[in-house]
């Protein structure tokens, strides 16, 4: 890591009042979770992603789509929150953090200690109904998948049921994306965060808050179609570099 580079990132850090950070699955890779897009490693690397993980595909064939979330529900449920995570959380701590606005459905980010998270994707706490549309809480409903590999069916409707995550061809969920909308037009600094800014409209935040006048930090392995507009670029593991800044933050003091 540069040192320079890790110090004006701080330095911003410390003149801003309200700051959102923008997590993608680059925050989460180092807990054990799988991104989407690596080579070889990806979630989509082996699957056609509009079969298993498309509202259309899920009705045709929930069998698939629950095959292909079994081992990353698995995985998840094991998942700790990392060096990243607990940086998060100290910065709200410090009152410097308005919210996080998340593309991830791990919910890492809430079970580390932040309060105020806006899941643009879905979660894996509730499950839901496809035919009657009632909720339950999904817990139990994935250790019995992750257990036996079935299809879960509602007890009210025997409707089968789906987790409260986001598939391709559904409308994120508006209120979150209005919140979300809403802190990138107030913030004064965005923290992107393991993002490859590449799904839209989630990625069209960070422009939001760079058009309000925010300073932008971007922390990626891999370049980002914003990566022109950054105040401080970091390409290294958010992991290690978050957790560096906040250090560089104490000594500051």
Not at 22 to 34: E, K, L, N, R, V
Not at 146 to 171: M, R, S, W, Y
Not at 221 to 238: F, K, R, S
Request: glycine residues 4%; contains cysteine; charged residues 20%.
């Amino acid at each position: 890591m540069n040192d320079a580079t890790i110090h004006r990132a701080a330095e911003l850090v410390q003149k801003s009042n309200t700051i959102v950070a923008f997590t993608g699955a680059g925050i989460s890779t180092p807990s054990g979770i799988p991104d989407f897009r690596s080579e070889k490693s990806g979630l989509w690397d082996q699957v056609d992603a509009m079969e298993v993980a498309s509202i259309y595909g899920f009705r045709q064939n929930p069998q698939a789509f629950f095959d292909w979330v079994r081992p990353l529900a698995q995985t998840t449920l094991k998942a700790i929150p990392n060096p990243a995570h607990t940086a998060l959380v100290q910065l709200e701590k410090i009152s410097k953090l308005d919210c996080i606005i998340t593309q991830n459905i791990d919910m890492l980010h809430t079970r580390a200690g932040n309060t105020v998270v806006h899941e643009l994707h879905g979660h894996m706490r509730e499950a839901t109904c496809i035919h009657c549309f009632t909720k339950y809480d999904a817990s139990p409903i994935i250790e019995d998948v992750i257990a036996t590999g079935k299809v879960p069916h509602c007890p009210k409707c025997n409707g089968v049921l789906k987790p409260d995550v986001i598939l391709f061809g559904e409308q994120l969920p508006y209120k979150q994306v209005q919140y979300a909308r809403d802190a990138a037009r107030r913030c004064d600094l965005m923290l992107v965060l393991g993002s490859s800014l590449e799904v839209f409209p989630a990625s069209d935040l960070p422009v939001l808050a760079h058009r309000n006048n925010a300073k932008i930090i971007i922390i990626n392995l891999q370049p980002t179609p914003l990566d022109t507009v950054a105040d401080v670029l970091i390409h290294e593991d958010v992991a290690q570099v978050l957790p560096a800044i906040m250090t560089q933050l104490e000594i500051a003091k």
